[in-house]
């Protein structure tokens, strides 16, 4: 059984601080890496992928990958009460097309 | 409107009965997919299609079936409902451009089974 593992959280953190989000996965034919965030009650957006080891930067948000580790990290820096959703870690292999989504790590962003 | 749209948003219904969940996307993707979302258990994938009359069992297939005679369509039937299908659905499309397979999400069907 191929596992996406993520802390459910929830993960509280004040205005302005960096946001650690972990996730660790089983399969180590595992290619491509995702984040998404989900806002209650909405569908799950795409914010960051990530394909080689290292980190990856957009804007606030650096994505982290270990492969030798099978671990994959997402900070959020200069958290704003907008971020305060849950992260969907995701994870496929070769093709990428099924992908494997961890249960999520609801954050909270204090004012 | 272009995009992916799911209908109903929300069902509720009894043990026993059979019900589909639609979902129809404008942007020609090829690949499409069911997932169902519950607490502690995050996105699950039901069934995905890789082209129009091509369909596979995902993680938790069992008591649903699927179809896919066109590419935009991707229609979801649970045959005969139980209980424990009671759970929001999320229908995605996807198509591979630069490598990047990301997956855009429609609104979601929030399911009921009395």
């Known amino acids: 059984q191929k596992e996406v593992e993520q802390n459910s959280g929830p993960l509280s953190v004040p205005e302005g601080a960096i946001a650690s989000l972990n996730c660790t996965y089983s399969d180590r034919g595992s290619q491509s890496f995702f984040w998404y965030r989900q806002y209650s009650g909405k569908s799950p957006e795409l914010i960051m992928f990530i394909y080689s080891n290292g980190d990856k930067e957009d804007g606030r948000f650096t994505a982290q990958l270990n492969k030798a580790s099978q671990y994959v990290s997402l900070l959020i820096r200069d958290s704003q009460p907008s971020d305060s959703a849950t992260y969907l870690c995701?994870?496929?292999?070769?093709?990428?097309?099924?992908?494997?989504f961890g249960a999520g790590t609801r954050l909270f962003v204090k004012a | 409107d272009a995009g992916i749209t799911q209908s109903p948003r929300y069902k509720i219904t009894e043990t026993g009965r059979q019900v589909t969940l639609m979902c129809h996307q404008t942007w020609s993707h090829s690949y499409m997919f069911w997932y169902r979302q519950d607490l502690g258990h995050g996105l699950r994938l039901i069934y995905y299609s890789a082209a129009a009359d091509i369909t596979d069992k995902g993680e938790v297939p069992d008591g649903y079936v699927v179809s896919r005679s066109k590419t935009e369509n991707f229609p979801l039937t649970l045959e005969s409902a139980t209980r424990s299908q009671t759970s929001v659905y999320f229908c995605a499309s996807s198509e591979s451009k630069a490598g990047v397979d990301e997956q855009f999400f429609g609104p979601g069907t929030r399911l009921t089974v009395l």
């Open positions: 995701a994870v496929s292999g070769t093709g990428g097309f099924k992908t494997i």
